[in-house]
């Protein structure tokens, strides 16, 4: 069985040192499990090439021949990154890697592909199953023009250094101190191959049918996308692209596989997501590259956890995760009235914390300004619905916002007891009013938006709009900012009916109360004579 496509021998190529897998054959089992993931993952039934016999002619002091030659044209090249496998005077080197390289470079695909969410990656999609030496990172990042992006099984423990195993998943004792599953990163893998075929097909779509693959020797880049100079391992963004680009910064070496996880949610939700390609070694390349990747994104995501992370080599006191929230930050000090800075603090990080991490994060609350956001969510999709809601790039009226004490909305179910709360606490305080009709109530929601933050107190009453009242107040909270809102949020109800008594809404900057209707005008002066104090 062939390609998917005409003019392929193989979908994919599997380049190993044939040494790694003598051991206990996990090339084999490799293979066999990245297959049963793929006839999950696509429709398309992918074939998978991979030398099982090393003595069948090539081994490693044998030069190609046509019939590896004729395997190497594949859709995709997966180089197995071991310990040995970047030695220029081996065969999986100098006749695996470097042949199909320069096969990609040059066929109707190029080696760098446009994906369909509008990035661009490498036909090469290497794996990593060892922690290599410097000289051999350095010249795979050579050859691949950037900075190896790679999808790890490396068992992760202190003196070890060897490939992950299936059975590690298996075994509790050890699960628990595997950061590293060997079933995501199977799962990764296949998400990533799907994305590349998606992509390839893409392109021989829109190719002219007219056209002999044989001769072709590039493709003109895709219209609005950057792609002269920049280096083929990383993902490119397209000009034209509808979806915001998020700078998710890279995390301390524990989060690696939350920051994976949320680039995936953050690229199924729409989201271009820089960077693309793993956190440089060198400090100066990595504020060099933090600084580049976030010019050119409309907000950032900073996922922490309870380590502080590197540290610069001669400021000791800064680690990169603080760098890079330091340098979101002054993208909005700077003016940049369009930057959005959220930050996630993971729930299950909270209970261990370094202590240079738990400065850090309270640096970060007691900093809080507009356009940031500080999130406790549950996980990622929760999150990333938050942004999307505070993202969104859609044309909006200004509308007459004026400086208040008290800006009371409420629902014209609920008007009659309104006004008299209203006329009580008019005696004593400026208040702005907004009672909600049953149409157009997007419209009042964004004269929410932009009333509230003009106001010390925002008031959202129900009696008997309580199907209204809590879900209004939970969009317009997230809509101003959430925890990083400059205006608490009081949402009160009366206890009349009784099915009222169940509705509260618990969240950073928010008091929630049910009361007596008697008792409703002095609670909403109570929270606000208690926040005039506090500020």
Same mark, same amino acid.
């Given at each position: 069985?062939?390609?998917?496509?005409?003019?392929?021998?193989?979908?994919?190529?599997?380049?190993?040192?044939?040494?790694?897998?003598?051991?206990?054959?996990?090339?084999?089992? $490799?293979?066999?499990?990245?297959?049963?993931? *793929?006839?999950?993952?696509?429709?398309?039934?992918?074939?998978?090439?991979?030398?099982?016999?090393?003595?069948?002619?090539?081994?490693?002091?044998?030069?190609?021949?046509?019939?590896?030659?004729?395997? +190497?044209?594949?859709?995709?090249? +997966?180089?197995?990154?071991?310990?040995?496998?970047?030695?220029? =005077?081996?065969?999986?080197? =100098?006749?695996?890697?470097?042949?199909?390289?320069? $096969?990609?470079?040059?066929?109707?695909?190029?080696?760098?592909?446009?994906?369909?969410?509008?990035?661009?990656?490498?036909?090469?999609?290497?794996?990593?199953?060892?922690?290599?030496?410097?000289?051999?990172?350095?010249?795979?990042?050579?050859?691949?023009?950037?900075?190896?992006?790679?999808?790890?099984?490396?068992?992760?423990?202190?003196?070890?250094?060897?490939?992950?195993?299936?059975?590690?998943?298996?075994?509790?004792?050890?699960?628990?101190?595997?950061?590293?599953?060997?079933?995501?990163?199977?799962?990764?893998?296949?998400?990533?191959?799907?994305?590349?075929?998606?992509?390839?097909?893409?392109?021989?779509?829109?190719? =002219?049918?007219?056209?002999?693959?044989?001769?072709?020797?590039?493709?003109?880049?895709?219209?609005?996308? $950057?792609?002269?100079?920049?280096?083929?391992?990383? /993902?490119?963004?397209?000009?034209?692209?509808?979806?915001?680009?998020?700078?998710?910064?890279?995390?301390?070496?524990?989060?690696?596989?939350?920051?994976?996880?949320?680039?995936?949610?953050?690229?199924?939700?729409?989201?271009?997501?820089?960077?693309?390609?793993?956190?440089?070694?060198?400090?100066?390349?990595?504020?060099?590259?933090?600084?580049?990747?976030?010019?050119?994104?409309?907000?950032?995501?900073?996922?922490?956890?309870?380590?502080?992370?590197?540290?610069?080599?001669?400021?000791?006191?800064?680690?990169?995760?603080? #760098?890079?929230?330091?340098?979101?930050?002054?993208?909005?000090?700077?003016?940049?009235?369009? $930057?959005?800075?959220?930050?996630?603090?993971?729930?299950?990080? =909270?209970?261990?914390? /370094?202590?240079?991490?738990?400065?850090?994060?309270?640096?970060?609350?007691?900093?809080?300004?507009?356009?940031?956001?500080?999130?406790?969510?549950?996980?990622?999709?929760? *999150?990333?619905?938050?942004?999307?809601?505070?993202?969104?790039?859609?044309?909006?009226?200004?509308?007459?916002?004026?400086?208040?004490? +008290?800006?009371?909305?409420?629902?014209?179910?609920?008007?009659?007891?309104?006004?008299?709360?209203?006329?009580?606490?008019?005696?004593? #305080?400026?208040?702005?009013?907004?009672?909600?009709?049953?149409?157009?109530?997007?419209?009042?929601?964004?004269?929410?938006?932009?009333? +509230?933050?003009?106001?010390?107190?925002?008031?959202? #009453?129900?009696?008997?709009?309580?199907?209204?009242?809590?879900?209004?107040?939970?969009?317009?909270?997230?809509?101003?900012?959430?925890?990083?809102?400059?205006?608490? *949020?009081?949402?009160?109800?009366?206890?009349?009916?009784?099915?009222?008594?169940?509705?509260?809404?618990?969240?950073?900057?928010?008091?929630?109360?049910?009361?007596?209707?008697?008792?409703?005008?002095?609670?909403?002066?109570?929270?606000?004579?208690?926040?005039?104090?506090?500020?």
């Amino acid at each position: 069985m062939g390609s998917i496509l005409p003019g392929y021998k193989h979908d994919i190529f599997v380049s190993y040192r044939h040494h790694d897998n003598k051991y206990d054959g996990w090339i084999t089992e $490799f293979v066999e499990r990245l297959q049963q993931e *793929l006839n999950a993952t696509l429709k398309d039934k992918l074939t998978i090439y991979f030398d099982k016999n090393p003595e069948s002619g090539l081994s490693d002091n044998h030069v190609v021949d046509q019939s590896i030659q004729n395997k +190497i044209k594949s859709l995709i090249f +997966i180089p197995i990154v071991s310990q040995t496998y970047c030695d220029t =005077s081996s065969f999986a080197w =100098s006749q695996e890697f470097m042949v199909f390289k320069d $096969f990609a470079d040059s066929d109707r695909f190029t080696r760098t592909i446009r994906l369909p969410n509008g990035n661009f990656t490498s036909r090469i999609l290497p794996i990593k199953i060892h922690d290599i030496d410097v000289n051999d990172l350095r010249l795979l990042e050579t050859e691949l023009a950037g900075t190896l992006r790679s999808i790890d099984f490396i068992y992760r423990e202190a003196g070890v250094n060897r490939p992950l195993r299936p059975v590690d998943d298996e075994i509790p004792a050890i699960s628990a101190q595997v950061k590293t599953l060997y079933r995501n990163q199977i799962n990764k893998l296949a998400y990533a191959i799907k994305e590349i075929v998606q992509g390839i097909k893409e392109i021989d779509r829109n190719l =002219s049918p007219s056209v002999n693959p044989t001769t072709l020797s590039a493709t003109k880049p895709p219209k609005g996308a $950057f792609s002269s100079s920049h280096p083929s391992a990383s /993902k490119v963004k397209v000009i034209d692209e509808a979806g915001p680009s998020v700078y998710l910064a890279w995390t301390s070496s524990d989060l690696k596989d939350q920051r994976e996880e949320m680039a995936i949610t953050l690229k199924k939700a729409g989201f271009n997501v820089l960077p693309s390609t793993d956190c440089p070694a060198d400090d100066e390349s990595f504020k060099e590259k933090v600084k580049e990747n976030m010019m050119r994104c409309s907000c950032s995501l900073h996922i922490m956890g309870g380590e502080f992370g590197r540290r610069f080599e001669f400021e000791s006191e800064v680690s990169f995760p603080q #760098y890079q929230f330091l340098e979101a930050k002054k993208t909005i000090e700077s003016g940049d009235n369009d $930057f959005n800075c959220f930050v996630w603090m993971l729930p299950e990080a =909270s209970a261990n914390i /370094k202590p240079d991490q738990r400065d850090f994060i309270n640096y970060i609350r007691n900093n809080i300004t507009q356009n940031m956001m500080f999130s406790n969510s549950m996980g990622p999709m929760q *999150l990333v619905d938050d942004m999307r809601v505070v993202m969104k790039k859609e044309e909006e009226d200004v509308y007459d916002s004026k400086d208040t004490e +008290i800006f009371f909305i409420y629902n014209q179910q609920d008007e009659a007891e309104a006004k008299i709360i209203t006329d009580h606490l008019s005696m004593e #305080y400026p208040v702005e009013i907004m009672n909600i009709l049953p149409d157009g109530e997007d419209k009042y929601r964004e004269i929410s938006t932009q009333q +509230i933050p003009k106001s010390k107190l925002a008031v959202v #009453y129900f009696k008997y709009a309580a199907d209204w009242a809590l879900p209004f107040t939970k969009q317009v909270w997230k809509t101003v900012g959430g925890a990083s809102s400059p205006t608490p *949020l009081f949402l009160i109800g009366e206890d009349d009916p009784s099915s009222n008594r169940a509705r509260n809404f618990k969240a950073p900057k928010v008091v929630s109360s049910i009361v007596p209707s008697e008792e409703v005008p002095g609670e909403v002066k109570k929270v606000y004579i208690t926040i005039s104090e506090m500020s």
